[in-house]
């Protein structure tokens, strides 16, 4: 299925997965070694939905490399670890649709980590994500009309941006923990809430 089709298709579907506060005050879960390196992010082949706010790569990337340094930078390990990201494909909710619509948006990225001391890439391939904007009122009506461009950019970064900590939950080999249980409190829901925006103007 092409980008553009799961897009479209994701544009129409209720959001369904569970809801959760933000959790960026609270200790980061434990992660073993790690720590930030790089925050490499690229979105220069990123495909847009035509029914979609626009959005350009180099904003996807400043909205990506802010989630990342926020959920990541806690972290106080004693290695390095270099995350990349790929922008690979979005749809920003556009205001003017009918409410009975709905429309989501929706955002598909590719992430790849690397042991910086060793130079090795961890993945053998790179993990593909597709994650929504949290359910909330205003997603229900479509934010289009709640929110800014830019605040539904960042929830979404914020969203895939837990994912990929939840994926490297799922690898403690990578980071010198024993495998096993995820520690208490690490499982993340397929989507999380990201902090509640201001109303658009």
Known sequence: MSFARLLALGLALPLLAACAQNDLTDPPVPLGDFALGLNIVVADNVQMVPISRKATPEEWQESMKNAV???????????????????????????????VAAPKSILVVTANIWDDAAKLKLNPEGKQLTVFESL????????????????????????????????LLDHPEWFGMPVGPRPSGADAPTVASAPKPAPAE
């Open 136 to 167: 909330s009122g205003d997603t229900v009506i479509g934010t289009g009309y709640t929110r800014t461009r830019q605040q539904q950019m960042d929830a979404l970064s914020f969203n895939a941006v837990k994912r990929v900590e939840a994926w």
């Open 69 to 99: 340094a926020a959920r990541f930078g806690r972290y106080e390990g004693t290695k390095l670890y270099n995350i990349g990201i790929s922008v690979d494909a979005y749809a920003l909710a556009p205001p003017g649709i009918p409410v």
